[in-house]
């Protein structure tokens, strides 16, 4: 029964990528308002 | 008994506006009856087919029935300020609730009847087990009303009023479907006590709804 | 403070996965690997539950006017938008689990139904979070909808012992109270809940700062706006 192993697979590798994005997703827009509300104070 | 009292004055202005308007006879009925057709043309008008899922099929009608009937219920409201003059007018907000339910319930029902000849000649269903049939749709009914009001009410004013309130009202009336979909297949199947369950799962949803209605409704009309 | 628990965090997680992936033996009975999907799903799943009894229960205190804060708000915001997240995970590794386990990839039961349900709900609490116009609006109203929503987990949790489903029955909380597995595959699946829960309470952390900055940037929005409005019409000078 190794082709169990493609289930296990793909399970982990959806749950790792989707973890992954969100987090670098949250992240990123996190930095964007951090830079542009620093902007405004500063411009 | 004022809070009963106010309630009727509120279902009486809904149904009043109605009668002079006639949207609800003149529109929701006919796409109820648009809706029973498509699914016949979704089914291949196989008949067995048909004949099997009747219930479930009369059930999703009127849900998407529904939803025009709320979207309508508080889209009078908008018109010329009456939001406003609903919260000035020193009503309870827990009679308002019930008011315009009552009212979208009243039109639920005569919706029903008309719907389920629709189904009932197109379908070819034989009609069983009546007073399951009035029981289940009674408390199906009134669920439906409850939770439409409720989330109408909670999306009104707002932007995407229109596209949101399907999208919060059809995941929560879920066991409103799954209660009178099977008190019908039982009734219509000739096995009326199997529906016992499902009518106490409608009957106690129906109360939730109700409670959670003139609970909240108050304080969500004083928004926006 | 905060990188601590990241870094934690990261550490728990990767223990987990190696043991797994390679510690545990699979299921003895079949050969079945898919087993070790049950050390996503099951985590994933409670995760969820633990999510929106957050959000309700921020919710809850938010609605209450001797203890409402904006910050409780925004915490039922994050917690609801990660428990999506969860849930859905759930829902497709479950799936993954099934096809393998019962040759299927769906089922009608309750534990699924109501799972992909209580999926719906919130994503409705979603939308209906970004549709509100102002803070207060926004809180009374989603307040609401996350308390109805909320009945949807306990309903969900006990579906499999309400009704005969193809879901079985809980590993650990079940009616005849026994731990129906041992050894490592146990101490595995303790380990991954303690994981994913961290993992949890981390990116409701940083979604929470998030929503912090975005009420922020529509406060100092709305304020400009009202600045510009005011700039722009004539002021009257009072006769002295």
Known sequence: MSTNWNYVIVGYTVVAVTMVSYFVWIKGRTRKLRRSLRDEDNG | ?224 | MKRLFAAATLVTLGVTAVFALWVTPERENQGFQAVRLLYLHVPTAWVAYLAFGVTALTSLLWLIPRTRDAAWDLIAGASAEVGVVFTGLTLVVGSLWGKPTWGTWWEWDARLTTTAILFFLYLGYLALRRTAATADERGKRCAIAALIAFVDVPISYLSVTWWQTLHQQGTVFNPQNKVLIDGSMAFTLVLAVVAFTMLYAYLVMERFELARLEEGREARELAQAIAERIAAEPVEVAPA
């Open chain 2, 1 to 224: 008994m004022t809070f009963l009292r106010d309630a009727l004055l509120v279902a009486g202005k809904d149904l009043r506006i109605e009668r002079r308007s006639r949207v609800a006879l003149q529109q929701i009925v006919p796409f109820g009856a648009i809706v029973v057709m498509l699914f016949a043309f979704a089914l291949d008008s196989d008949r067995t087919l048909l004949h099997e899922a009747a219930p479930g099929l009369f059930w999703a009608a009127i849900l998407l029935a529904v939803l025009l009937a709320v979207g309508r219920s508080f889209s009078i409201e908008e018109a010329n300020r009456a939001r406003d003059g609903l919260r000035l007018s020193g009503l309870d907000g827990g009679s308002i609730f019930l008011g315009k339910a009552a009212a979208i319930a009243v039109q639920l029902f005569l919706l029903e009847i008309i719907v389920g000849i629709a189904v009932v000649v197109l379908y070819d269903v034989s009609v069983r087990g009546v007073l399951v049939l009035l029981c289940s749709g009674v408390a199906a009914t009134v669920g439906l009303a409850a939770t439409a009001t409720v989330y109408g009410v909670l999306a009104g004013g707002l932007r995407a009023r229109e596209t949101l309130v399907p999208l919060l009202v059809l995941p929560a009336v879920t066991p409103v479907m799954l209660g009178a979909t099977r008190s019908f297949e039982a009734a219509l199947n000739g096995a009326p006590s199997d529906a016992w369950p499902w009518i106490q799962l409608l009957v106690a949803f129906a109360i939730l709804a109700v409670t959670a209605g003139t609970v909240a409704f108050g304080p969500l009309l004083e928004e926006g």
